[in-house]
T-cell receptor, first 114, second 115 residues
Framework: GVSQNPRHKITKRGQNVTFRCDPISGHTALYWYRQSLGQGLEFLIYFQGNSAPDKSGLPSDRFSAERTGGSVSTLTIQRTQQEDSAVYLC??????????????FGSGTRLTVV | GQQVMQIPQYQHVQEGEDFTTYCNSSTTLSNIQWYKQRPGGHPVFLIQLVKSGEVKKQKRLTFQFGKTKKNSSLHITATQTTDVGTYFCVEQVDAGGTSYGKLTFGQGTILTVHP
């Protein structure tokens, strides 16, 4: 499946954090979502092959993401704030918009900013 | 942007009772997906509906896409405690849009089942 680490991250406000996502082998599309407590999923960014990523969901310039070699992706939050506390979910799919088999989500990284 | 509205927000049922959640959009949807998220877990894909009026079944679950492709429903017959979780209907932007592939999640329906 989709592997994410760490599972949990507690950080002090103002610190930088980076999360990692290993998608399913062969999946060309990769997505990042954020889920605040009791809320739905908020789209952040997606990658498709070598195309420029869709960053339209990133809430501020403190958020950035990379995908190297079309596989592993990292999501970085700089100068964390308390409102960044949430579960950050990564998902992958066979190709962009491939819906027939759905998107496979990882278990997420729970970020707590204190 | 497009947004799907899901009702009810919460549903409490006794084990054995039926359950239905509805998803509505003001615009025509290219397709709709349904996901289930168990408490403390991550969303798991259930099904995708594409055709107008489409009905699909998975054991006790029945999924329907409206004839206008502006609404969808998920019906569970004779709920079990294992059905507990949040059910999301999810819109995928039309292939002609620049954000194709971006899933838009509704707020979900939280189902609790009392044994």
């Amino acid at each position: 499946g989709v592997s994410q680490n760490p599972r949990h991250k507690i950080t002090k406000r103002g610190q930088n954090v980076t999360f990692r996502c290993d998608p399913i082998s062969g999946h060309t599309a990769l997505y990042w979502y954020r889920q605040s407590l009791g809320q739905g999923l908020e789209f952040l960014i997606y990658f498709q092959g070598n195309s420029a990523p869709d960053k339209s969901g990133l809430p501020s310039d403190r958020f950035s993401a990379e995908r190297t070699g079309g596989s592993v992706s990292t999501l970085t939050i700089q100068r964390t704030q308390q409102e960044d506390s949430a579960v950050y979910l990564c998902a992958s799919s066979l190709e962009l918009g491939q819906g027939a088999h759905g998107y496979t989500f990882g278990s997420g990284t729970r970020l707590t900013v204190v | 942007g497009q947004q799907v509205m899901q009702i009810p927000q919460y549903q409490h049922v006794q084990e054995g009772e039926d359950f239905t959640t509805y998803c509505n959009s003001s615009t025509t949807l290219s397709n709709i997906q349904w996901y289930k998220q168990r408490p403390g877990g991550h969303p798991v894909f259930l099904i995708q509906l594409v055709k107008s009026g489409e009905v699909k079944k998975q054991k006790r679950l029945t999924f329907q896409f409206g004839k206008t492709k502006k609404n969808s429903s998920l019906h569970i017959t004779a709920t079990q405690t294992t059905d507990v979780g949040t059910y999301f209907c999810v819109e995928q932007v039309d292939a002609g849009g620049t954000s194709y592939g971006k899933l838009t999640f509704g707020q979900g329906t939280i189902l609790t089942v009392h044994p």
